[in-house]
């Protein structure tokens, strides 16, 4: 038993080393100096409480933005939200298929309407509904626009980072999947993951989908990563372009979040693997198959190990949780060193993070069991709303 758990260990970390060192093509970047039409698109189901953050903050942009080019989805005209966007002078688009759940399917059923409106957009920008704009966003945005960028994305903050012990660990998550993950991917030429908000897409990104959003799946946000691999799309993260966001505040609604993005991740990677696999020279193409492959050898190693000297010997269980526990308290700190002060993480959360982030990021494991069993139904995640005087926008 502890020859096998070492056996997957090992191989995980030889197969991690070799990922981290595959590097991907450059790809060459078509500068522009046309200023762009530019269409915000917000999928709002039952968001009332919090759109109005969002609007005062597109409103508030140093880039001004057309009121009527800001497009808000909803799914019933008595929805309170259609109200606030008339009387700021949003568009509404009021969807007709609600046996379609996904956030994917609100996108699709806008962009087919913008293309039978016949409006034509060069930059196409995607928000959640709790987000709020810092002032610059769209102005810093732009700059990967002009330099040629196919897709890019911002950085997120969070509105209440220091509400309690689960958002500040939630958005430390974040800092893994851009100050971490998606820099070291710039850095080797790989395309970036996108989060499900906070980025754009331009119209020959748009154009190339036929009409319509064809990534319908429970994180639409990988499909589309997905697919910018096999079209070869330029994609950066832009960490100048400051964008916030609303945490989970509780473990339940986390844990939940958490089972759909990884359920989302395996059906995407499914759908896309016949294309990577027909390909390994590619290394882009062998990235993906290899994927998270290593983290789940290194897992279930370090699983089995644990539940073999929980019942042989019990002074190494405790030493051994120990050891995991001051390994990840050692990741939150490095998480801590890159993003505290940007995302203001107060001093007392610091410390909070500290102990608490250990214990977060093993309940990915119970939330992976989740997904196994859990139905490719997309579940609402509630907000409460912040004001946007409350953040610096």
């Known amino acids: 038993m502890i020859t096998f758990s070492y056996i997957l260990i090992i191989i995980g970390i030889i197969l991690f080393f070799i990922v981290s060192n595959i590097k991907g ?7 522009k100096t046309k200023e762009p039409k530019i269409a915000i698109l917000i999928p709002a189901r039952n968001e009332s409480k919090v759109i109005s953050n969002l609007i005062k903050s597109i409103k508030k942009q140093s880039y001004k933005i057309d009121s009527k080019d800001v497009y808000v989805i909803v799914e019933s005209e008595n929805d309170p939200t259609v109200k606030i966007c008339n009387k700021n002078g949003i568009s509404v688009i009021v969807r007709k298929h609600l046996d379609l759940k996904t956030k994917g399917y609100a996108l699709d059923e806008a962009f087919k309407y913008l293309k039978k409106e016949n409006k034509k957009y060069d930059l ?22 002009y330099e040629g960028y ?4 911002g950085y997120r903050k969070s509105t209440n980072v220091n509400v309690n012990k689960c958002s500040v660990c939630s958005a430390l998550v974040f800092t893994l999947i851009n100050s971490v993950d998606n820099k070291e991917r710039e850095k080797h030429n790989k395309q970036l993951t996108l989060s499900g908000t906070g980025y754009f897409m331009t119209y020959d990104v748009v ?19 997905l697919y910018a691999i096999v079209k070869n799309y330029s994609m950066h993260y832009n960490e100048n372009a400051v964008f916030y966001d609303e945490q989970p505040t509780y473990m339940g609604t986390s ?46 190693g370090l699983v089995i190990q644990m539940f ?3 019942f042989t010997n019990i002074f190494l269980f405790l030493l051994f949780l120990f050891v995991v526990y001051l390994a990840l308290a050692t ?33 990915f494991i119970p939330s992976f069991l989740y997904s196994l069993i859990m139905k490719n139904t997309w579940e609402v995640i509630p907000h409460t709303g912040v004001s946007a005087d409350k953040v610096k926008i």
């Open 25 to 31: 093509p450059s790809i060459k970047l078509s500068k």
């Open 124 to 145: 196409y920008f995607i928000f959640d509904a709790d987000n709020i704009l810092d002032k610059d966003y769209i102005k810093n945005m732009l700059v990967s626009y």
């Open 150 to 153: 196919d897709i890019a994305t």
């Open 207 to 225: 154009k190339d989908f036929g009409g319509g959003f064809p990534f319908h799946g429970l994180t639409e946000d990988k499909e589309l990563s």
């Open 255 to 300: 844990m939940k979040q958490k089972a759909r993005w990884i359920k989302g991740y395996f059906n995407a990677e499914k759908k896309f693997d016949k294309t990577f696999k027909s390909d390994l020279t590619n290394p882009r193409y062998l990235n993906e198959v290899i994927g998270v492959i290593p983290y789940l050898f290194m897992i279930f």
């Open 308 to 310: 073999y000297w929980l």
């Open 331 to 363: 990741l939150t700190l490095y998480f801590l060193y890159l993003d505290a002060d940007k995302l203001g993480i107060n001093s007392h959360m610091i410390q909070v993070a500290l102990l608490y982030n250990p214990i977060y990021l093993c309940s």
